[in-house]
């Protein structure tokens, strides 16, 4: 979670102490804190955000003789916003910097002969990478095999019916994890 705040003037000289519910973060690993007199941003990186830290939010600044203060109330909904916003956030980047994951999401495709195609791409792959389709949940092996070199996943849906119509879910993983895209193309 990044807070920041930015100030009209600052030297390189400033000092400031964050501050959430009346104690004093630290600024050491992991979490960070900085500043930039050019722009007169100060800012706070907490590493983790959790549940434990609704609350209120407070920057202490000192430049030369002048002082001040600026507070956030985190609490509520908007804490709960926040939260999910930080969760989401984390798992986004857990998924996308650390493992395979899908770079474009299960699409459809209609071609001008009006087969239909799901389409998708997966990136950060390893060779033992592996790629899966399901139809509700039960394993489907097309015909041709996901083309993971170019990471361009395509799987063609013969006779598109209300027979072929359903959740269809793609999965890639490895040893570093695992993700998964559904796209619903019941009608419902």
């Not at 650390?98 to 792959?125: M, Y």
């Not at 019916?161 to 570093?176: L, W």
């Amino acid at each position: 979670m990044r807070f920041w705040l930015q100030a009209e003037e600052i030297s390189s000289k400033v000092t400031y102490k964050f501050f959430a519910n009346n104690k004093e973060l630290s600024g050491a690993d992991p979490n960070k804190m900085a500043h930039n007199a050019t722009t007169g941003v100060i800012e706070f990186i907490m590493d983790h955000f959790t549940g434990d830290n609704e609350g209120t939010y407070t920057c202490q600044i000192t430049d030369g003789g002048g002082k001040g203060q600026s507070s956030l109330v985190l609490i509520g909904d908007a804490f709960k916003a926040a939260l999910a916003e930080a969760d989401y956030q984390r798992r986004e980047y857990i998924r996308v910097k650390e493992g395979p994951h899908f770079s474009e999401f299960l699409s459809v495709h209609v071609g001008e002969d009006c087969s239909v195609t799901l389409v998708c791409k997966v990136a950060n792959l390893k060779k033992e990478s592996e790629f899966h389709w399901y139809k509700e949940d039960t394993e489907v092996i097309p015909d041709v095999k996901p083309d993971l070199g170019s990471g361009v996943c395509k799987l063609p849906i013969q006779l598109f019916s209300r027979q072929t119509a359903g959740v269809y879910k793609a999965t890639i993983s490895d040893d570093r994890g695992k993700d998964m895209s559904q796209i619903d193309i019941s009608g419902k």
